[in-house]
């Protein structure tokens, strides 16, 4: 791993974004402080006790044009510091719609990792560079939080909640992953490596791990095995929606309201049935809150995703 003796380097495209506005903010400040203390200095000495400085009237430059002017320059001049920073913000929370997908489940005391293909790591997460990379993550037991120094990125992970976050690497190397949230005994041993690779090192060592089922393909066993397929397949004598289809619609639900179905309201849909309900449907689909893992719900999720390519999803028809 890098050294560094002063300043970690970024490594991805938002750690470069976070440096400009840091070194900015660290300069623009610097400058102010050093013009109002050259100013107070030189004040304190010119009109020292007993100083034969001029005291009457104010000098021509203090009018109060100068005045108004200076407090809007600086006034604009942190707006647009709070517009940057700002929208550096916000675009850390806006995924590009084409990243590649890695699930994260944090647990006392460790991150376990798993790609799109089903291939898993635990404290490890291999990568391509220059690639957009979504974590969906959630935790089983406490708060934890995702740290990489290098690539500037920190995220919660919370217990019931999904969150999300993204980067994207801009260099490869391996790169330190901390737990930044006081999780119990072992949390300062709770970390591990990022390991960013070439593209087409990533492909060959992703080709090497063994066999995993997809999520999806796992989350399908999982369907029949918790009883979902007895009520939600096609054939089924109770009333309960067809899932086909279902990822990425607007769904009414029965107050009236209309919720788009992401992965929040799937797993919504799963623990809490009775907070949502769709409408035209009885409220009779049993919570799974307890009988469920994080680590199950994630492939539940994904197999309903599966469902939803729009070439087998038949529209959706309307509820009677
Ligand atoms: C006893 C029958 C029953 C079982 C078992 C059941 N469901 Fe449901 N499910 C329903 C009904 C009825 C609804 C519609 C009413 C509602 O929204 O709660 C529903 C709604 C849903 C929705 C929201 C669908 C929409 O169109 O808005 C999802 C997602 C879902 N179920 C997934 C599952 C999964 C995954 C399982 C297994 C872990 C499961 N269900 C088990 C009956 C069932
Ligand atoms: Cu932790």
């Not at 300043?7 to 976070?18: C, H, I, M």
Request: proline letters at 6%; aromatic letters at 10%; a neutral charge.
């Amino acid at each position: 791993m890098d050294k560094p003796i002063f300043w970690l380097p970024a490594a991805s495209t938002q750690g470069v974004v976070v440096d400009r506005l840091f070194f900015a903010l660290l300069a623009l400040s610097g400058a102010v402080l050093l013009l109002v203390l050259v100013l107070l200095v030189t004040f304190a000495v010119r009109y020292r006790h007993g100083s034969k400085a001029k005291r009457g009237a104010l000098p021509r430059l203090a009018r109060r044009e100068f005045e108004i002017g200076w407090t809007a320059a600086t006034f604009f001049l942190f707006l647009f510091v709070f517009w940057w920073a700002g929208s550096a913000n916000l675009s850390e929370f806006q995924p590009p719609s084409d990243a590649m997908e890695i699930h994260v489940t944090a647990k006392q005391w460790m991150f376990k990792t798993q790609h799109p293909n089903g291939a898993r790591e635990i404290n490890a997460l291999h990568m391509p560079v220059d690639t957009p990379i979504r974590l969906a993550m959630t935790s089983e037991d406490v708060i934890h939080s995702f740290w990489v120094p290098a690539f500037r990125f920190k995220r919660d992970i919370l217990p019931g909640r999904l969150t999300q976050g993204w980067f994207r690497a801009n260099r490869t190397g391996t790169f330190h992953l901390f737990c930044a949230e006081y999780c119990g005994t072992d949390h300062s041993l709770m970390g591990g490596a990022i390991v960013v690779m070439e593209k087409d090192a990533y492909a060959r060592w992703l080709a090497e791990q063994p066999e995993g089922d997809d999520l999806g393909k796992q989350g399908e066993a999982l369907f029949v095995q918790l009883g979902c397929a007895g009520c939600h397949a096609g054939r089924s004598a109770v009333h309960a929606p067809d899932l086909a289809g279902l990822y990425g619609r607007e769904i009414p639900l029965s107050d009236g309201t209309k919720v788009l179905a992401d992965e929040r309201y799937i797993r919504d849909s799963i623990l809490q049935p009775r907070r949502e309900i769709a409408a035209g449907f009885e409220p009779i689909m049993p919570s799974f809150a307890g009988t469920v893992s994080e680590s199950d719900l994630a492939k539940l999720v994904a197999y309903i995703r599966s469902l939803a390519s729009p070439s087998l999803a038949p529209q959706r028809s309307a509820a009677p």
